[in-house]
């Protein structure tokens, strides 16, 4: 749900959470406050690492993404990104060269995010 929009970023929620995202956005947005938004969030993934244990959440509640944990629903090997259930679906693009196809669907991984 839109919360807040500038000129370059919005702050998204998610119902039945304390989630307030603040996301860059390609351009401003054609939706009321308080309405329903659709779209891809995107995240540049610093290195991502298989975990063993732990929930899926997206670090800090309120703020830029700096930290994302959840299960690959995605591999995308050809863009070189994976698609995460961190609660929403962040599709991450791999850095530190590591590629896609090292990861499969049902993994649980997490990563820290780039800022932008």
């Known amino acids: 749900m839109l919360e807040e929009q500038r000129d370059d970023e919005v702050v998204l929620s998610r119902p039945g959470t304390d989630y307030r995202l603040h996301l860059k956005v390609l351009r ?7 309405k329903r938004v659709e779209g891809v969030i995107r995240a540049h993934a610093r290195r ?21 944990q959840g299960m690959v629903v995605e ?12 609660g929403v679906p962040i599709v991450a693009t791999l850095g530190g060269g590591q590629r896609a196809d090292q990861f499969e669907v049902g993994q649980f991984v997490a990563f820290d995010v780039l800022a932008g």
């Open 28 to 34: 401003a947005l054609n939706t009321p406050i308080g």
């Open 75 to 86: 591999v995308d090997a050809a863009a070189g990104a994976l698609t995460v259930d961190a």
């Open 48 to 68: 991502m690492d298989i975990v063993r244990s732990g929930g899926a959440y997206i670090e800090p509640l309120y703020g830029r993404p700096r930290r994302v």
